[in-house]
Every structure is written in structure tokens, then in C-alpha cells.
């Protein structure tokens, strides 16, 4: 994910002694700066996003780093290559060390990051979860995200609106089991679905997050469900894999694809017209409003425990109506 961050002074034997993963600055995902929670470090920030290049985090970033700085506080930002619970460990185990005031930070797995972000709040540090969250509420002083279960039931009204009284089956595509935001927006989907009795759930299915079997799986389901009138893509890259099954296969517009966040890919797929709509969130008030919490949580002051974000439903009809809320790819 392609951040600019705070480039802090450090001696170069002294990034020579540590991992790569906590020195320097930059990129997401490339190096970050020394932080740390003690009396040096009070002011310093860490965001540890769930994955790099992804223009939702790119927002998020762009909303914490501007909110830090009005605030008075320096924030360094590090991702995983991938959204992989192993590759976020390694970079959340790095702050340990010399942990930040604070760790923002969007867990890739609901219980395999408890470990290594218990850890840090161990050496000092307040945690606010963005986006995502654990299944362990002991451990962040706040969350803060969209309300993920509406997103899935406002995706459900939606398709139920584009497909109107048509008969017909739809299919959801999620990421990887255990990811807290996926899981609650695929729940509210299944469960609005019951709504609309003219419309069957086929069931989820999950992508691990590749574009490739999310394609694959549509390619799939076009074959094994012939009624098929709606996909869900729960995220970025299940709704990319998707709409290229649905292009492979001349489905484009024959089968409602409803995505969720609005990527500039995204945005522009829903021109095009391989998406029928998009339900966007607001990363950058999300990463605005982490930023507020763990401040206040520094300074002792009181916080929030579950703080969420706005979500807009965008067809191509109100497209340049609503577009404050695509996402960016640099800040």
C-alpha cells in the first residue's frame, strides 16, 4: 500500500539492529520509525494497517495522518504484503521492542493477533482497533469501523431493489474466516436476504482474498445455479475477482454484482457497468476518529469502546452525487 509516512532521524547502526519491519519510513509495508510507549516516545502513533496498496487503508491513513498532526502527535504506518495474519504478527511483534505511544491497528485475524497486540499493550502501549477488531474486547481501549452488519443489510436492499420482483438465486463471496468486518457484512446480507422471499441464498463461499478464486467461483456458480441473479463481494478483491468471472463468462450486467468499499477500480467497474452498485464506507473518518480515541486515551481522557463510521449505498445513478466518498490512492 503505497503511504508516505514521518520520516524520523535514526542512526543507521541503529536501524542495522533492528528489524527491517521497524526501522526508517516510507511506504507501508516498507520500514517504519522508532517508537515506543514510554516518556521519548508520548507522542508518537503507529498504524499497522491490514494490508498495503489497498486504497481503503490508503484513506484510513490519510484521515489518521491528517488528525495526528492537527493534534500534535507523529504517526509512523507499516502493512503486511498481504492481508496474512503471520506477516501482520511480524510487524506488530517489531513495535514490541520499542512500542509506540499507541497502536492503531487493524487486526488480519480476529484471534491470531491477539497475541502479539496483547504484547504491546503490555509494554505500555494503548490499542485502538480500526476496521477490524478481535474477538477479545479486553484489549482495545476503542474500535472503531463501519457498522459492518448494516453494510451487509443495506447490499441486501439494494440487490433486492436492482433485481426487483425477479425469482432468482444470489451467491456471496467472502475473504478468509476469521475476519471480524467480512464476517458481519456477509451475516447482515444472509440475514436482510430473508427478507425478500422472491430471492434464495446459494450460501458463502470464501475467496482467502485472491481475485483469482473469487473468479473462480463465480465461473462456477454460473454453471451449478442457472437462476443465479446477484453476486455480494464482501471486499476490493473478491468484488475484482467477480466481475472478471462474470466478463470471462458475457455475464456483465446480466448478473447484479453489489461490491462493497469504492476503490477507484471500483468506481470505475460501477461506470462501466460490471458493478450494479457499491456500498462505500468512510475510511477516512474511521482513521480520523482512531486517531481521536487513542489522543484521548493518552491524555486521560475518556473514550469510546465502539464508535462507528457512515456507509453510503452508490448506483450509477447518484455516482457523481456521492463522490466524496471514493476511496484515494495516495493522500
Do not use: W
Not at 275 to 303: M, R
Request: glycine share 10%; charged share 20%.
Amino acid at each position: 500500500m503505497k503511504f508516505s509516512t514521518t520520516v524520523l532521524a535514526a542512526g543507521t547502526l541503529a536501524c542495522a539492529a533492528m528489524l527491517v519491519a521497524a526501522c526508517g519510513a516510507g511506504q507501508i509495508g516498507q520500514s517504519g520509525s522508532e517508537s515506543g510507549g514510554n516518556s521519548a516516545n508520548s507522542k508518537k502513533l503507529a498504524l499497522v494497517p491490514g494490508v498495503q496498496a489497498e486504497p481503503f487503508y490508503i484513506s484510513m491513513q490519510c484521515g489518521a495522518q491528517e488528525e495526528a498532526k492537527k493534534l500534535g502527535y507523529e504517526l509512523t504506518v507499516q502493512a503486511p504484503q498481504k492481508f496474512d495474519a503471520t506477516m501482520q504478527t511480524s510487524i506488530v511483534n517489531s513495535l514490541g521492542s520499542n512500542p509506540p505511544a499507541a497502536l492503531l491497528v487493524a487486526p488480519t485475524d480476529d484471534q491470531a493477533m491477539l497475541a502479539p497486540i496483547q504484547q504491546v499493550k503490555n509494554r505500555g502501549a494503548k490499542i485502538v482497533e480500526v476496521d477490524t477488531s478481535l474477538k477479545d474486547k479486553s484489549v482495545a481501549v476503542s474500535s472503531v469501523s463501519s457498522d459492518n452488519a448494516e453494510g451487509g443489510k443495506l447490499a441486501a436492499q439494494t440487490m433486492a431493489k436492482l433485481v426487483g420482483d425477479k425469482p432468482g438465486s444470489v451467491m456471496v463471496l467472502d475473504t478468509i474466516a476469521g475476519t471480524s468486518t467480512t464476517a458481519a457484512r456477509a451475516k447482515g446480507f444472509e440475514d436482510e436476504l430473508k427478507n425478500h422471499p422472491n430471492l434464495k441464498s446459494v450460501g458463502i463461499q470464501f475467496t482467502q482474498n485472491e481475485p483469482e478464486q473469487a473468479a473462480s467461483k463465480v465461473t462456477a456458480a454460473l454453471v451449478s445455479t442457472p437462476d443465479l441473479v446477484g453476486i455480494f463481494a464482501t471486499n476490493l478483491n473478491t468484488g475484482e475477482g467477480a466481475a472478471t468471472g462474470l466478463r470471462n463468462a458475457g455475464k456483465i450486467g446480466k448478473v447484479n454484482l453489489v461490491g462493497f468499499d469504492a476503490s477507484p477500480s471500483e468506481v470505475d467497474g460501477l461506470k462501466k457497468g460490471e458493478y450494479q452498485a457499491l456500498i462505500a464506507q468512510d475510511p477516512a473518518q474511521i482513521g480520523t476518529k482512531g486517531v481521536d480515541q487513542a489522543v484521548a486515551a493518552l491524555e486521560g481522557k475518556p473514550t469510546e469502546r465502539n464508535l462507528t463510521a457512515q456507509l453510503h449505498s452508490i448506483t450509477k445513478d447518484d455516482l457523481d452525487a456521492n463522490s466524496q466518498y471514493f476511496y484515494k490512492q495516495k493522500c
